[in-house]
């Protein structure tokens, strides 16, 4: 019985992830949500956000680009022989575009999230 | 022994779907690979690559590219596997760190590591959908190294360059590609040469 633990622990460990960029966007509704609520300053969210990953102009606007990319494994694949009729890993690549104005007000929040069984389909 | 069984019984079955440990080359396909709604909003660029080669062998061999992102470090692989390929990245300046060419059938891998040998660079501006080049490799015969009787053995080398046929591309993929970004590829050429430190080992063609 005391096995039982360790076999659970074995399979846990299987299953890994790994992602990058800013975890807030792992939920990049609630971060949305969170933005169109407080109506932060550019200064406000770079302090509850930090950095962007990226920054651009679109529009006469600043964009700041957060992003949050995972990979990991699918539970659904780990069953004795139904697993089989799964993929391996899946994949989560989520985005959260927020746009101030030129004296730094915020004017708006857009999530974008992708997910799917790893690797992506490419529409190419 | 019960338990060994079932953990055998678990790897045997997994053995077909086992997951792959999730890396760093994971998450940059997994960001790289289009996405109209993300290039929609205007932070990212598109880049079509082409690749192809003559090097003999029994089974299909493709190019991979590993590129570096100047501003953040990052690596990443353009694995060009049908001759083509169209990656989405984020504007910047990007160098060739690593080119090779594989092949993989029934569980045999052939791998040829150019290495450092050419040095290769672009750069990309937000909203920009460009056309890289087409990287040609050519198997070059070298020297005879042994010779037995009518018997010898030749030295191969190769040569790669980049060539614009942006004009041969296929109207359908031009087509495909104007359909999900709204523009067309345009000609923006990575600058391709041979790396000084193997420049003086190039075949002469």
């Known amino acids: 019985m005391k096995k039982l633990p360790l076999l659970l622990f074995v399979v846990l460990a299987a299953a890994s992830c790994a992602s990058v960029g800013t975890s807030a966007v792992s939920e990049p509704e609630e971060m949305r949500a969170t933005l169109e609520r407080e109506r932060m300053t550019k200064a406000g969210v770079l302090l509850r956000y930090g950095e962007p990953n990226a920054v651009f102009n679109k529009d006469g606007k600043e964009i700041f680009e957060y992003k949050y990319v995972s990979v990991y494994n699918n539970p659904a694949s780990y069953p004795f022989l139904i697993g089989l009729f799964f993929k391996a890993n899946r994949y989560r690549t989520n985005y959260l575009y927020v746009a101030f104005d030129r004296d730094g007000s915020f004017v708006s929040a857009d999530a974008v999230g992708v997910s799917g069984a790893y690797p992506p389909e490419n529409v190419f | ?205």
């Open chain 2, 1 to 205: 022994m019960r338990l060994l069984l079932l953990f055998g019984a678990l790897l045997w079955t997994a053995g077909c779907t086992f997951p792959s440990v999730p890396s760093d080359a994971m998450l940059a396909r997994a960001e790289n690979t289009f996405n109209a709604e993300v290039f929609s909003k205007g932070g990212k660029a598109v880049a079509v690559i082409e690749a192809e080669n003559d090097i003999p062998s029994r089974y299909d061999l493709h190019a991979v590219l590993t590129f570096r992102n100047e501003r953040t470090g990052e690596t990443f692989d353009i694995s060009v596997r049908n001759g083509r390929e169209t990656v989405m990245l984020s504007p910047g300046d990007y160098t060739l760190e690593g080119f090779r060419i594989v092949g993989r059938e029934r569980g045999a891998y052939t791998s040829i590591d150019f290495g450092k040998r050419y040095d290769a660079s672009f750069s990309l501006e937000a909203g920009e959908v460009v056309y890289l080049g087409k990287v040609k490799t050519h198997a070059v015969l070298g020297e005879i190294v042994s010779r037995f009787f009518d018997d010898y053995t030749r030295e191969l080398r190769s040569a790669s360059a980049v060539t614009d046929e942006l004009k041969n591309m296929s109207p359908n993929y031009a087509r495909l590609i104007e359909f999900h970004t709204g523009k067309k590829p345009s000609a923006k050429l990575m600058k391709w040469k041979p790396s000084p430190i193997f420049k003086n080992k190039e075949p002469s063609e």
